[in-house]
């Protein structure tokens, strides 16, 4: 919860809303495989199969609260239910009055900022690398190495509209993240 903006100037007081940083659901795990370089000591297969190292980061966040604008709140729900969700349509867009002639100009606020329960989508993102250790002589190690940032590619889609005049109000047009990255690097040690 945060305390640190108004909902009208005339207010005395911070009006007291959610965070826009909650999250109430975070998890990250990482991990890093390595191949045993003590079973594959002998032949050709010992030499391409040691040194390789496989690493991960998984993450799966909630998703941010919708900032809500001056608008007229009809009174109906203005969550829906995952399975009703869809890029055109995140939340009830019916809980608000669209017509541009009704929108307020100068009145008192008493419409939330944002709701506990109307998010953005949530993060579900895998990062994966895979890397080569190669012993050039006693001093000199090389390291090969291959990134994929969003490995699995999944689309982060941005915040839905939130002004009710607008015929994209309740529609996703964006996206936030990027898609999949791969980078490739060597590293020289000495």
């Known amino acids: 919860m945060e305390a640190v903006s108004y909902l009208n100037e005339s ?14 659901h975070r998890l990250v795990a990482g991990f890093t495989l390595s191949v045993p370089s003590g079973r594959l000591r002998h032949g050709l297969t010992g030499a391409l199969g040691r040194g390789w190292q496989l690493s991960g980061i998984v993450q799966e966040q909630s998703g941010a ?3 809500f604008g001056n608008v007229l709140y009809l009174g109906a729900p203005v969550a829906l239910p995952s399975d ?3 890029l055109t349509h995140w939340f009830n867009t019916a809980a608000f009055d669209r017509v541009s002639a009704n ?3 100068y009145n008192v606020r008493t419409f ?7 998010r953005v989508m949530a993060l579900n993102q895998v990062d994966l690398g895979i890397t080569r250790n190669f012993s050039l002589t ?3 190690r090389m390291a090969l190495r291959a990134d994929a940032y969003n490995a699995l590619n999944h689309t982060q889609l941005g915040q839905p509209n ?3 005049t607008s015929t994209d109000f309740g ?5 936030t993240q990027l898609p999949r990255v791969v980078e490739f690097s060597l590293r020289l040690q000495f």
């Open 11 to 24: 207010d005395p007081v911070p009006y007291r809303a959610i965070s826009t940083q909650d999250r109430p």
């Open 65 to 67: 609260p919708i900032n």
């Open 84 to 86: 009703q969700r869809s």
């Open 103 to 105: 929108q307020l100009v």
């Open 112 to 118: 939330p900022l944002r709701f506990s329960n109307v």
């Open 138 to 140: 006693e001093r000199w």
């Open 162 to 164: 939130t002004s009710p």
């Open 171 to 175: 529609a996703i047009t964006s996206t």
